[in-house]
């Protein structure tokens, strides 16, 4: 009888012991990097240490409906993509659907390898898709022309956008509308916004700077000032750039006076010098202070008004 007491005790004290795991919370979900903006809007934003390694510092955001989640920027390479599909899976299981390209330029665009092997279409202007092909295949065949090393291209491809548009494109995540809008030429030829209007949130890309100088290399100034113009008429509170952090008009109107401040000395000096070195300095001393990208400052003279490339 003892023993038989004993073996009832021992299976009661098992089946406590296998309620109390039933009942236990289950492993906590990985953290996301990726901060909150607003309700399934999540964002990278002010990304300081602008190096290759980390996407050059670039932005990129997550907007989650009801259906699926979109994801504006891509950044640099699959390594960093990964990176990037890791946070997006600490937040929700749902199936990436889109993978919009504010723009072709390597921080925002290389990163698509990953996002087109999950079966999500890739989106850009109609011009970003011809850019992409022309200039992509040769960036990953020598990285050390961007600081990177091909350990840093590891796995990435060239994966060209499927949908391309001219003006403006709507997708609707379920109960989460995003609108695809291209002003002008601006940073690059088919820049474009990224517009959530139920939640007046703007992803801007690089479009917007803030806290680090502008790349201009590629810029039309005439048809960039006119693309802010137009973000200052929107009914827009948070404005994601495409570096620095969450901004608003005021960083709007501080990026006008910017490129007009660029574009002016730039063309001033350049008339007289064709000293990379001085034009740099000097441009540095005119230009308003900002604490990132520095060097960028020399990529804008080469390429834009010396036009040496
Ligand atoms: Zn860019």
Redesign the pocket.
Known sequence: MPSVKRRVAVLLTALVFMSACLLLPSPVAAQSGLTKIADGVYAYADVRNMSPANSFGANAGVIIGKHGIAVVDTLVSAREADRLIRDIRALSALPVKYAVNT?W?L??AFGNCRFAAMGAAIIAHDSEKDKLALHGPATLKNPQMYGMTAQDFADTTIAAPKLTFTDRMTIDLGGQRVELIHVAPS??DGSLLVYLPDKKILFA??VLFTGYHA?AGDGDIDGWLKTLDYILDMDVALIIP?HGPVSSKNDVIAMKEYLITLDAKAKELCARSDDVAYITAELLKALPPRAEGAHLIQGNIVYKYLKKN
């Open positions: 723009h330029h921080d925002h940073h690059s890309g690089d790349f495409g």
